[in-house]
């Protein structure tokens, strides 16, 4: 069995900064992609940034240098600092990973969300 868990959201004022992580736990034999989708009120979820297990990284356009993705691979851990935060980020942030188990199966394995929100 596997988990994501994340933390790090919360309440921030425009401009602001947040560090969301993500760990990953249980019988993991490798990660691949590790990343973070959020999805606001009424809208879809959306990709906001991935890593793969060599450090190659892709943002969303409406992040793309204000965030910025990274991961321990020793911690199983993925991190998204996210800098000059706007209104129109507020979202539910989900962690993602595709991982390969111990018993040798491969699939996407998610978090159950943070919630992070950017109001004066």
């Known amino acids: 069995q596997v988990q994501l868990v994340e933390s790090g959201g919360g309440l921030v004022q425009p401009g602001g900064s947040l560090r969301l992580s993500c760990v990953a736990s249980?019988?993991?034999?490798?990660?691949?992609?590790m990343g973070w989708y959020r999805q606001a009120p009424g809208k879809q979820r959306e990709l906001v940034a991935a890593?793969?297990?060599?450090?190659?990284?892709n943002y969303a356009d409406s992040v793309k240098g204000r965030f910025t993705i990274s991961r321990d691979n020793a911690k199983n851990t993925a991190y998204l600092q996210m800098n000059t935060l706007k209104p129109e980020d507020t979202a539910v942030y989900y962690c993602?990973?595709?991982?390969?188990?111990?018993?040798?199966?491969?699939?996407?394995?998610w978090g159950h969300g943070t919630q992070v929100t950017v109001s004066s």
């Open positions: 993602y990973a595709n991982i390969v188990t111990t018993c040798a199966r491969q699939n996407n394995y």
């Open positions: 890593i793969t297990s060599g450090r190659s990284a």
């Open positions: 249980g019988s993991i034999f490798n990660i691949y992609t």
